[in-house]
């Protein structure tokens, strides 16, 4: 028998993104969020929900533009830092030393040390509730070549992403290869009548 848990944010796994938007005085500014995945293959999207008490949130509207950062097995004190600080009166970068590259394509900072960014135009804004659901077309995607496997796309394996359990608030790596998607089912189907 199951258990009812209630009305809880418990879909598994959430990513471990960070954000980057500039500050009104020009700033770079970064937050983490979980909140967060791909909403359209075709114009590529993402949506990220962020509280409207945030920097960042206020920034995206000004700036209509962020990038996302995928944390990994390596930047996880710096992520969980930028998630309990604020940038009204601190500079991330600076307590971390980690780098700002400007994106050439959007208004919005990198981490230069992270393996993988996405460059987002804001496409779309939705008010949920609590958050606010900011839908980002992807302009374009920047990899380190090291995390590049197959089609070279981001092998998981390489880039080893860190994703979160909400409620119980954990952090995780992602688990091992198990199968082909697209291709391990198809046991399943009817033998086609010729």
Not at 89 to 118: C, H, Q, R, W, Y
Not at 159 to 166: A, D
Not at 181 to 189: D, L, N, P, V
Request: hydrophobic share 40%; aromatic share 8%; proline share 6%.
């Amino acid at each position: 028998m199951k258990k009812s848990l209630g009305a809880n944010p418990l879909v598994y796994p959430t990513p471990v993104w960070v954000i980057g938007t500039y500050n009104p005085d020009g700033s770079a500014n970064v937050m983490t969020a979980a909140w967060g995945g791909i909403c359209c293959s075709k114009p590529p999207c993402l949506a990220v929900s962020l509280r409207e008490a945030t920097q960042t949130h206020g920034n995206i509207l000004r700036n209509k533009s962020f990038t996302v950062n995928i944390v990994t097995e390596q930047f996880i004190p710096e992520a969980d830092y930028f998630g309990i600080s604020t940038g009204k009166n601190t500079d991330k970068f600076a307590d971390t030393g980690l780098s700002v590259e400007k994106s050439s394509l959007v208004d919005a900072p990198m981490i230069k040390e992270f393996p993988l960014n996405l460059e987002c135009r804001l496409k779309d804004v939705v008010e949920v509730g609590l958050h606010t659901q900011f839908i980002g077309e992807i302009i374009d995607v920047k990899a380190m070549e090291s995390i590049l496997g197959e089609q070279n796309v981001p092998d998981v394996d390489l880039l080893r992403p860190v994703v979160f359990s909400p409620v119980v608030r954990k952090y995780h790596l992602l688990g091992e290869t198990i199968g082909r998607a697209f291709h391990i089912g198809k046991q399943f189907r009817k033998k086609e009548n010729k």
